[in-house]
């Protein structure tokens, strides 16, 4: 069973799909391949450098920080520099599906509705969390209100986010009420999973 998470910056996605690894899930973070491609890979870094200029180069592959610097408040600049890493990560994703052997897989994608991603998961999900928690977990990672705001504007509010996804987790409580979602969730897709419900592997097979 394939599970995409997602939600609005700083709502505890990465902590949600962490408890879900912790089961047994095998995970994979959007954010954390693009930050591999910007730094290792020879033909993202040639392409970005093509688009932005060598002064976004840093000590090792592309410095993210002057990257960001260069595309923060260019919409434009944002969504050419989203052309060039949303394709490679959607393809990295389904490369460790395809070779997955875990009876879980969950892949976090902040920007999935956003993009084309939602396609190919059995499950969307949805970490949702008052605002106001959030502002204050954005700013103890050193992002300021302009920052977050800029932020925010590129998403789609947690309200469409949760319209859209197929479950909603509720991440306004303690760490004991988010891990007691994430085994309610892995109980649910394992449950699926043995009843024969739609994975992709029987897709692929035309079940």
Not at 30 to 58: M, N, Q, S, Y
Request: proline residues 3%.
């Amino acid at each position: 069973m394939t599970v995409a998470v997602t939600g609005p910056f700083a709502s505890g996605k990465s902590t949600f799909v962490r408890m879900l690894g912790e089961l047994g899930a095998e995970t994979v973070s959007a954010d954390d391949l693009v930050h591999r491609l910007l730094a290792c890979d020879p033909e993202t870094i040639a392409r970005v450098v093509e688009r932005f200029g060598k002064e976004v180069l840093g000590e090792r592959g592309i410095d993210r920080r002057r990257l960001g610097e260069r595309v923060f408040g260019d919409r434009e600049a944002l969504r050419e520099l989203e052309g060039i890493l949303h394709p490679l990560v959607r393809r990295e994703i389904e490369r460790r599906i395809s070779s997955s052997r875990a009876p879980v897989f969950v892949a976090e994608i902040p920007l999935l509705f956003e993009g084309t991603g939602r396609e190919g998961f059995d499950y969307t999900v949805a970490v949702v969390t008052p605002e106001e928690r959030r502002r204050g977990w954005a700013a103890e990672r050193g992002v300021g209100e302009e920052r977050f705001r800029a932020i925010e504007g590129r998403q789609l509010s947690a309200e469409e986010k949760a319209r859209l996804a197929d479950l909603v987790v509720e991440n306004g409580g303690s760490l004991d009420r988010l891990r007691e979602q994430a085994r309610a969730l892995w109980e649910k897709v394992l449950a699926e999973r043995g009843s024969g419900g739609s994975t992709r592997e029987e897709e692929g097979r035309g079940g």
